[in-house]
């Protein structure tokens, strides 16, 4: 399976969702939820797969769960 790793530097708790393209593998997210009960990094997945088109089990975070900063791999295939 093809994948990349793509960095993502997340705010949450914020008045509008957001996706901004920093590079080619830096994303900066804003997403309305509260870091509690994974809500905001099952938000964060589903924004980044739907910014990338790719359905949302292709995307998983594989450092910083509890972190702004995060490290995602992103299945292409």
């Known amino acids: ?3 990349m790793h793509i960095k993502v530097r ?3 708790g914020a008045k509008n969702e957001s ?3 920093a590079s080619d593998i830096h994303f900066e997210i804003s997403v309305r939820e509260k870091p509690e009960n994974n809500l905001a990094n ?3 997945i589903a924004l980044v797969a ?3 088109g790719v359905p949302a089990v ?3 975070i ?3 769960h509890h972190q702004p900063s995060k490290m995602l791999s992103v299945g292409l295939q």
């Open 19 to 21: 996706v901004r393209k």
């Open 42 to 44: 099952r938000r964060v």
């Open 62 to 64: 594989i450092k910083g």
């Open 58 to 60: 292709k995307v998983r």
């Open 50 to 52: 739907m910014h990338l």
């Open 1 to 3: 399976m093809l994948s």
């Open 10 to 12: 997340v705010k949450t």
